[in-house]
């Protein structure tokens, strides 16, 4: 398994808004309210999967990876994209998840930080 140090790193050079410039065609304005979107959702998001280790609720947890991935790949951060894949598709044991929701709820201030550096709306 990968270290969270190694980890935040990758994710700093994944990074890219291609995708979200791609989609708003342009229009900063509605860049900036999905970056702020993205932004809430993810916050609350990573909180809540990892809340879901103890007691370990598998079902809940491939319902909230679901859930998550996209916004990862929207904003081109595709190992988080991989690791919600992997724990929504994957047959696991109980300390491979636990690790997966791990190191996705540690890369949280870095994707965070991330996307406040990128927009203005965002605090």
């Keep these: 398994m990968i270290n969270s140090e ?3 790193s990758i994710l700093n050079n994944e990074f890219s808004l291609v995708t979200i410039i791609d989609i708003t065609e342009g229009d900063e304005e509605f860049k900036e309210i999905t970056l702020k979107l993205i932004y809430e959702t993810l ?5 809540h999967l990892s809340s879901l280790i103890s ?3 598998i079902e809940l947890i491939k319902k909230f990876a679901h859930k998550i991935k996209p916004n990862f790949e929207l904003i081109g951060l ?3 994209f991989d690791l919600c894949h992997k724990l929504e598709h994957d047959q696991l044991s109980e300390n ?3 690790d997966l ?3 996705i709820y540690n890369s949280k201030p870095i ?3 991330l ?3 990128k927009t203005t709306i965002v605090t």
């Design 111 to 113: 994707v965070l930080g």
């Design 6 to 8: 190694d980890f935040n």
């Design 43 to 47: 916050n609350k998001d990573i909180l």
């Design 78 to 80: 595709n190992s988080l």
């Design 55 to 57: 007691p370990l609720r």
């Design 101 to 103: 929701i791990n190191l």
């Design 115 to 117: 996307l406040e550096n």
């Design 96 to 98: 491979e998840y636990k």
